[in-house]
Nanobody, 120 residues
Framework: QVQLVESGGGLVQAGGSLRLSCAAS????????MGWYRQAPGKQRELVAA???????NYADSVKGRFTISRDNAKNTVYLQMNSLKPEDTAVYYC??????????????WGQGTQVTVSS
């Protein structure tokens, strides 16, 4: 099976920065898309940023110019650098990856989530 383990969340003041990491492990043949989603209390989960295996990226309008997604294919890891954080960025952030495994083909996996809290 495949596990996604996130790290890097926490409490930060508005205007500050955080860097999230998500490492995939298990019977991985390759990883296609990787991305970060977030879910604030009472709201639906939304896409924050995504990156293809070739490095193409896309971002939610609300984070463009402030967040940067990147990945290290050799480490099966995706990162989210978050700058100029705002209180409205407060949410649980989830890592997502489309993983091709040796036994089960292509499936999407989710991490357990990491809390990001931005104080005003």
């Amino acid at each position: 099976q495949v596990q996604l383990v996130e790290s890097g969340g926490g409490l930060v003041q508005a205007g500050g920065s955080l860097r999230l990491s998500c490492a995939a492990s298990g019977s991985i043949y390759s990883i296609n898309h990787m991305g970060w989603y977030r879910q604030a209390p009472g709201k639906q989960r939304e896409l924050v940023a995504a990156i293809t295996s070739g490095g193409s990226t896309n971002y939610a309008d609300s984070v463009k110019g402030r967040f940067t997604i990147s990945r290290d294919n050799a480490k099966n890891t995706v990162y989210l650098q978050m700058n100029s954080l705002k209180p409205e960025d407060t949410a649980v952030y989830y890592c997502n990856a489309e993983v091709v495994t040796y036994n089960f083909g292509s499936q999407r996996y989710w991490g357990q989530g990491t809390q990001v809290t931005v104080s005003s």
